[in-house]
């Protein structure tokens, strides 16, 4: 599996949801979707995009059921090793994370979350993995939360 099978599982975990015959993925900006619909074109599957004007968001459907399959064989939500833990996670991140202004400490916050403690606990571990040093992981409103705010930790690296 090359790191765009790993980076989309990480989005379905975030943003999707896996039935026997579909795989749906939700997003509140289509352009999101679409790059996401670039990915499983690769696959050789047809994503369909539609707007839900009820809840103003856009759904990304797959209705293959062998679609479907692949993503549960791989381990959905949590894939089964060996696989490429960073392209995961950057799926996740891609798929709930956000980035802020942090007045108080006036930095960039990057912010996660998830309910699942599995998927929280290997996200830490991948972050610590490349040299992230202190994510902080707070319970609150029902979701596991990892923040980074240490000024090293969310300035892109200068490294050639």
């Given at each position: 599996?090359?790191?765009?099978?790993?980076?989309?599982?990480?989005?379905?975990?975030?943003d999707?949801?896996?039935?026997?015959?579909?795989?749906?993925?939700?997003?509140m900006h289509?352009e999101?979707?679409?790059?996401?619909?670039?990915?499983?074109?690769?696959?050789?599957?047809k994503?369909?995009i539609?707007?839900?004007?009820?809840?103003?968001?856009?759904?990304?459907?797959?209705?293959?059921?062998?679609?479907?399959?692949?993503?549960?064989?791989l381990?959905?939500?949590?894939p089964?090793?060996?696989?490429n833990?960073?392209?995961?996670v950057?799926?996740?991140?891609?798929?709930?994370?956000?980035v802020?202004?942090?007045?108080p400490?006036r930095?960039?916050?990057i912010?996660?979350?998830?309910k699942?403690?599995?998927?929280i606990?290997?996200?830490?571990e991948?972050?610590t993995?490349?040299?992230v040093q202190?994510p902080?992981?707070?319970?609150?409103?029902?979701?596991y939360?990892?923040?980074?705010?240490?000024k090293?930790?969310?300035?892109?690296?200068?490294?050639?």
């Open positions: 599996m090359n790191d765009d099978v790993w980076w989309l599982l990480g989005v379905i975990a975030g999707g949801y896996v039935g026997k015959y579909f795989v749906e993925i939700s997003d289509k999101n979707l679409e790059v996401v619909a670039d990915a499983i074109r690769k696959l050789g599957c994503p369909v539609t707007k839900d004007a009820r809840e103003r968001r856009y759904r990304l459907w797959v209705n293959s059921k062998a679609f479907a399959d692949l993503i549960k064989g381990g959905f939500p949590i089964k090793p060996p696989f833990h960073v392209a995961y950057q799926g996740l991140y891609d798929a709930e994370g956000h802020e202004y942090w007045r400490k930095t960039v916050r912010n996660f979350a998830n699942n403690w599995d998927i606990r290997l996200v830490i991948t972050l993995s490349i040299g202190k902080y992981v707070r319970y609150s409103s029902r979701s939360r990892v923040q980074l705010y240490r090293e930790d969310v300035t892109p690296s200068r490294r050639t």
